[in-house]
């Protein structure tokens, strides 16, 4: 899916980029080669790109190139939730702390939100997941801290629950697709355990590290999350990005604003 003029992927290697990270693992499905060719190198456009002159469209096609061995790519065969998606590159994460990003939670901000949590976890250790408030009544739709102390930016939890029952909530402290996670949540995941819905879930994984001492801490970061997995939140991101952009802004913007009056209009 693009969004503007990038793909949602691109987004999110750039946020990783940013915050330092230089090897990348795709979790994907059937169908979904299209990504692979997308990562690499294009001589012929960009031969093409250079005889006509096009140096920021050439310039804008090498950003999206990732250097042999940066990259992996392992399948998910079936559709076991984001828990086993994460358990299927554990070969290639191997001992090492890593980060999972979901590239349809787009984070608008002026320091990447990764980049957010890296500087945080360095002072905490253990696992880091990006939180944000949400209404009581959307908790449901969420995983959800169950706050054990509250430091402002971060804060240390105590549990953490998936997709809780209405009204169950122990917090409105909702969990977003960005994680710093320990290797230990990696052996968590290796029991199979299902959870709600009947998926591996990340977050129960997470939660059970808790129990074993290692410490969870949630970061509120600071920008805007679009959820583009759904068709509103995607909207939104589309306005919110190109509003953004020095060569869209006055053209949407004067477009939205007639939008608008005829609406006032027509009412």
Known sequence: MTLVDRPLVQYAIDEARAAGIKEFIFVMSRGK???????????????????KGKTE???????????????????????????????CARRLIANEPFAVILPDDVIAAEKPCLQQMIEAYEETGGNMVAAMEVAPERASSYGVLDVEEDMGSVVR??????????GTAPSNLAVIGRYVLSPSVLK????????????????????????????????????????????????????????????????????LTEIVHLDKAAQ
């Open 33 to 51: 080669s299209a990504l692979e060719d997308y990562f690499d190198h294009s001589p012929v456009l960009e031969q093409e790109l250079k005889r």
């Open 188 to 255: 968590n995941l290796n029991k199979m355990r299902t959870g709600s819905g009947g998926e591996i879930q990340l977050t129960d994984a997470i939660a059970e590290d808790i129990e074993a001492g290692v410490p969870v801490h949630g970061y509120r970061f600071r920008g805007q999350r679009y959820d583009c997995g759904s068709k509103a939140g995607f909207l939104q991101a589309t306005v919110a990005f190109a509003l953004a952009r020095d060569d869209l802004r006055d053209e949407l913007h004067q477009f």
């Open 157 to 166: 939890a105590r549990g953490m629950v998936e997709k809780p029952a209405a």
């Open 57 to 87: 469209l050439l310039e804008l096609l090498r950003s999206t190139d990732m250097e042999s061995g940066a990259i992996a790519y392992i399948r998910q065969n079936k559709p076991l939730g984001l828990g086993h998606a994460v358990w």
